[in-house]
C-alpha cells in the first residue's frame, strides 16, 4: 500500500464495487455489524459464477475430476480427526487495561520486525514482549493472557445442542466421503475430488475486503494417490517442458524452470505434483494474468499448514504485494489416516491388488481473493475515466442495447433487441443519460460490447457494435447480431 498508484488501485476497486453493485460490506446499515462478511451483489454473482464455471471447465473437466457438493456443518469427531480442534489456533493476547486483543504472532512481526512463525509456543512470544517491551498500542497497559484462539466457529444443533462446527476448509467432505465415492464410482488411484462452497474462519482481524473474510467461498481440489507410485504419473509427461515460475525456499528471485528440471534437481518431489503445479499456473495464465505475475512460492516448516508435508503457495503480484490464491499442498496421509483412526471406518483402498492408504495432494483456491485479484487486473486506469478490461468470459455483463435518444420510436426498437437476446447472453438495457456517458459506465463495469439503435437502425435494421478494448464500431445486420456478438466473445 506504500506507492500511491497501489492504493488508487485497491481504494477504486472497491469504489467500484460499491457503487456499481459488485460487492458490500454484510448487515451494512446496522451499527453492530461484525467485520469481514461481505455480500455480491447482481454484477459481483455474475462475476463469481463465471470464475467457478472457469475453474470447472478449465481443472475439473480438463482433469477428469470428480465434484461433490457437501454439509457446511459438520460434527466435533470430524474436527478431533483432522487436528482442527487442537491445532487450527492462532497465537493471542489481551490488554490488562483496555481489554483490546492482539494476534500476538502479527503483533510482535510489526513491532520488531522479527519472523514469528505461526507455530513459536507461548513462552517464547511472551519472553519476546518481555525483551522488547511491547505494550498495548491502543492505551499502552499491560500484555496478558497469552493463549491460543481457535479459529472454528462452534455451533450446537438440535435441542441439546450438540457441539458441532462450520467447516474451516471444504475438503474435509471430500475426505470423509472418499469411501463412498470411491467405491460408487469406481475409480482407480489416482484421481482427484472437487467442491466449491463456503467456508468460516473467526479470524481475529479480518481486513481488505475480499482477502481476508470469515465467510468465504473456497474451491478445493483433493488428489489420491498411492505414494509409492507418485511418479508413475503419464498425464504428467505433456508437461515436462511447461515452465514453472517457481520461488524456492530460501531464494529471494522466481525462477523459470521446466517441470522436468525442477523434478531432476529435486525441487518438486514428484510427477504427480508437478502435473498439478503446472496445471494451477495455467489456470491463472488462462485467467489474464500476465506470467510475471504469477509465483509458486515454497513455504518452509515454519509457514506450512500443521497437515503439509510439503507446500507451495501460488501468488498473484497485486499493487496490495503478492496474495496468496492457492495453498498447494501434499497432506500426506494426514487426512485419510485421521479419519481411519477416529471414524474405525478402514480408509485403505485396492490398487493393482495392493493394500494402501492414499495420501493426498490438494489445490486449495481462495475464490473471492481470486476475483479481487482478476478485477484488479483487468483495471485500466491508464485514459483518467476507468476502464474494466474483463476477458469476455467473465464479464459480468456481455452486452449492453442502448438506444440512441431516450425517445420513441428508439426505445421501442432497443427494447425489442434486448428481448431477442437476453436468453443467449448477459445483457443490459439502458436509455439514461447521453450515448457518450452510457459508453463510459459499461466500460467501467467491463461490458465488452455495446450496441446502439440509432436513426439508419430505423430504416434498415443494422446495429452498431461498440468494441470496449478497441473501441472499434462495426454495422451489422440484425439477421447476424447474435452470431457475430459470439463470434467475439469467443
Ligand atoms: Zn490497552
Redesign the pocket.
Known amino acids: 500500500m506504500s506507492e500511491p498508484e497501489g492504493s488508487r488501485k485497491y481504494g477504486e476497486i472497491v469504489r467500484l464495487a460499491l457503487e456499481r453493485g459488485f460487492f458490500m460490506p454484510s448487515c451494512e446499515i446496522y451499527g453492530d455489524a461484525p467485520a469481514g462478511f461481505w455480500d455480491y451483489g447482481p454484477l459481483g454473482v455474475d462475476l463469481k459464477r463465471k470464475f467457478i464455471e472457469f475453474w470447472r471447465r478449465e481443472l475439473v473437466k480438463r482433469d477428469g475430476m470428480l465434484e461433490i457438493d457437501g454439509s457446511q456443518v459438520l460434527s466435533k469427531k470430524v474436527f478431533q480427526a483432522s487436528g482442527h480442534l487442537e491445532s487450527f489456533v492462532d497465537p493471542i493476547a489481551k490488554?490488562?487495561?483496555?481489554?483490546?486483543i492482539y494476534r500476538l504472532d502479527k503483533l510482535i512481526e510489526e513491532k520488531t520486525g522479527i519472523h514469528v512463525p505461526e507455530r513459536m509456543n507461548l513462552e517464547e512470544m511472551k519472553r519476546l514482549i518481555e525483551e522488547h517491551d511491547i505494550?498495548?498500542?491502543?492505551?499502552?497497559?499491560k500484555l496478558i493472557d497469552l493463549s491460543h484462539f481457535n479459529m472454528m466457529f462452534r455451533l450446537g444443533v438440535g435441542v441439546i445442542g450438540a457441539d458441532a462446527y462450520l467447516r474451516p476448509e471444504t475438503c474435509q467432505n471430500i475426505f470423509i466421503d472418499f469411501l463412498r465415492i470411491h467405491k460408487t464410482m469406481r475409480r482407480n488411484l489416482p484421481f482427484a475430488i472437487a467442491q466449491v462452497g463456503k467456508s468460516f474462519r473467526n479470524e481475529i482481524s479480518p481486513r481488505q475486503g475480499l482477502l481476508r473474510m470469515r465467510e468465504f467461498y473456497q474451491a478445493e481440489i483433493e488428489v489420491f494417490f498411492n505414494p509409492k507410485k507418485a511418479n508413475e504419473f503419464p498425464k504428467a509427461d505433456p508437461m515436462m517442458d511447461y515452465e514453472l515460475r517457481l520461488k524456492p525456499l530460501g531464494r529471494d528471485e522466481t525462477i523459470e524452470i521446466t517441470c522436468k528440471e525442477a523434478l531432476d534437481s529435486g525441487l518438486i518431489s514428484s510427477r504427480l505434483i508437478a502435473y498439478y503445479l503446472s496445471l494451477i499456473q495455467q489456470f491463472y495464465e488462462k485467467a489474464g494474468i500476465s506470467r510475471e505475475k504469477i509465483r509458486l512460492r515454497q513455504l518452509g516448516d515454519d509457514e506450512k499448514a500443521f497437515y503439509a508435508v510439503e507446500a507451495w503457495d501460488l501468488e498473484v503480484e497485486t499493487s496490495l504485494g503478492w496474495i496468496e490464491l492457492v495453498a498447494c499442498n501434499n497432506r500426506g496421509g494426514h487426512d485419510l489416516g485421521g479419519h481411519q483412526r477416529f471414524s474405525g471406518h478402514e480408509m485403505e483402498v485396492l490398487d493393482d491388488g495392493e493394500k494402501v492408504l492414499p495420501h493426498v495432494f490438494e489445490l486449495s483456491m481462495g475464490v473471492d481473493r481470486s476475483i479481487y485479484c482478476i478485477l484488479e487486473n483487468a483495471l485500466d486506469l491508464e485514459g483518467g475515466k476507468p476502464v474494466l478490461r474483463l476477458p469476455p468470459h467473465f464479464a459480468p455483463i456481455e452486452v449492453a442495447v442502448l438506444p440512441l435518444l431516450s425517445k420513441e420510436p428508439f426505445t421501442s426498437k432497443a427494447r425489442e433487441i434486448y428481448e431477442m437476446l437476453k436468453l443467449d447472453f448477459d445483457v443490459e438495457y439502458d436509455e439514461s443519460g447521453s450515448i457518450g456517458r452510457r459508453y463510459l459506465r459499461f466500460d467501467e463495469v467491463g461490458v465488452p460490447i455495446c450496441i446502439t439503435i440509432d436513426h439508419q437502425t430505423l430504416e434498415d435494421d443494422t446495429v452498431t457494435l461498440r468494441f470496449r478494448d478497441s473501441s472499434m464500431q462495426l454495422r451489422v445486420d440484425l439477421g447476424e447480431l447474435a452470431e457475430t456478438i459470439k463470434n467475439h466473445l469467443g
Request: hydrophobic residues 10%; glycine residues 24%.
Open positions: 490488554c490488562e487495561q483496555c481489554r483490546a505494550k498495548c498500542g491502543k492505551c499502552g497497559g
